[in-house]
């Protein structure tokens, strides 16, 4: 990251995120759904299978069949449920370009596939004239030698591009590195170079197999047919390989298949696919999404009621850090000028607001449920101001609340507020909690 001391400065932010907050894309927290392709349905058609990827909306998947030098084509009945997968009766033989086709890949639109040829150590690029229809596909003559360059892969398995078709990376076991290449013609590959980027991924595997990235190219996986794992990565620039680490984040994938060759993702990130060559089928996993942030006790009819106040919760405080996204309240009499917010001990009864949002009126007699946007940390908690109306409450039973009679103190710094350690407020907010975001400046002289 650059920042440039000018006196007039146009600073442009971007972020870059799948969205802006936790979403699956974690392989440590993957877990086999009890969901695969049917025995026998991929070696019906090659007992070889090697490649693996799906189309964006996951009602079709291809495979690259080493016995057969081929491409097969499947049906998804059901879009990103594997256990639908029925053969399409649709195929591409590649073996006038290479007998050993390990890998595929497909330009975002499916007008375009690449094959990774184990034999002759190309990139082949093909033309689908009907988008991701393979049996529509021509060879375009265009190739690139990944082998060109001595210090370069000498038995290249699989081959990936980034959204844009500029950058493409190839891996082999032979050196256990993914290595970088610039297209200067997007998504044609006889015009890749060598970028002089690489990351070495032998520290967790000497037989890596494959590569994927998630949407924003922030995070990196490999497959490691040695300890058959899948491993993760975080790249600092996204789309950088040299600026690619090891999290520490791995599946084991073993009592599925003991030798996977391929993986492949949902387009959310919320499952994930394996190819057990061993078995010759297709695994599925499920990476649950990030827990809900949740504050306050249950919006509910209590019995009680509690006027004008500033009112804080002390029940159930924020069990993660991120965003508040909805309140619910379920006020007893109608509320006036009502404001929510999370608030912070700084020390004793002495309260901060970290984050505030304005609801203006609150129905009474039910649960009332209104989308709000108020930052909080773990350990916060929820807390309230109306100016006229009655919130429902218990008046035993809870872990208590802080309390300001008659007064907004939304927001407020260092307030000093009275304690109560019985009562429970029908005041409670649920949210989600923030991805790692890689914010990058550009900075133009104005």
Not at 45 to 54: C, S, V
Not at 189 to 196: G, L, Q, S, W
Not at 331 to 360: D, K, P
Request: net charge negative.
């Amino acid at each position: 990251m650059k920042r440039y001391l000018l006196p007039l400065v146009l600073t442009l932010v971007l972020i870059f995120g799948v969205n802006c907050f936790a979403t699956a894309w974690d392989v440590s927290t993957a877990v086999y759904s009890e969901k695969h392709t049917e025995e026998l349905l991929i070696a019906s058609q090659d007992i070889y299978p090697k490649g693996l990827e799906f189309n964006p909306d996951g009602t079709k998947m291809y495979v690259v069949g080493n016995e057969n030098d081929s491409i097969y084509q499947y049906t998804l009945s059901t879009p990103w449920d594997v256990s639908t997968t029925t053969y399409a009766d649709k195929l591409k033989g590649v073996g006038s370009q290479d007998a050993t086709p390990f890998d595929i890949a497909f330009k975002p639109d499916g007008t375009k596939m690449y094959i990774m040829g184990y034999d002759n150590k190309s990139v082949f690029q093909y033309t689908l004239s009907t988008p991701w229809d393979v049996d529509t596909a021509t060879y375009a003559n265009k190739l690139y030698n990944v082998s060109d360059l001595p210090a370069q892969e000498e038995y290249p398995n699989t081959v990936e591009f980034n959204p844009d078709g500029t950058k493409m990376y190839i891996l082999g076991p032979s050196n256990n590195i993914v290595w970088q290449y610039t297209l200067s013609t997007p998504w044609e590959v006889d015009t890749a170079t060598y970028a002089e980027k690489l990351k070495d991924v032998a520290p967790q595997d000497d037989q890596g197999y494959d590569i994927d990235f998630n949407p924003d190219g922030s995070i990196m996986y490999v497959v490691g047919a040695t300890n058959d794992n899948v491993f993760q990565y975080t790249l600092s620039t996204p789309w950088d390989v040299d600026t690619a680490v090891y999290e520490d984040k791995f599946k084991h994938v073993g009592p599925q298949d003991r030798s996977p060759k391929d993986v492949a993702f949902s387009s959310d990130g919320s499952k994930m696919y394996v190819m057990g060559s061993v078995n010759e089928i297709v695994y599925q996993y499920s990476l649950p999404p990030a827990p809900p942030i949740d504050i306050g006790d249950p919006a509910i009819d209590r019995g009680a009621a509690l006027g004008s106040y500033t009112l804080v919760n002390k029940g159930n405080p924020a069990n993660f850090s991120g965003k508040i996204t909805s309140i619910e309240i379920w006020a007893n009499t109608q509320l006036s000028n009502c404001e929510v917010a999370t608030f912070f001990v700084v020390s004793g009864n002495n309260l901060s607001t970290r984050g505030t949002h304005a609801i203006g009126t609150v129905t009474a007699g039910s649960k009332q449920t209104f989308p709000v946007d108020i930052t909080v940390e773990a350990g916060d908690y929820i807390g309230i101001y109306f100016s006229a109306g009655n919130l429902e409450v218990d008046s035993a039973g809870g872990s208590g609340m802080w309390y300001i009679s008659a007064a907004d103190h939304i927001p407020c710094t260092n307030q000093t507020f009275t304690s109560n350690d019985t009562y429970m407020l029908s005041l409670y907010g649920t949210g989600l909690i923030p991805a790692e975001i890689n914010v990058i400046f550009f900075s133009t002289p104005y």
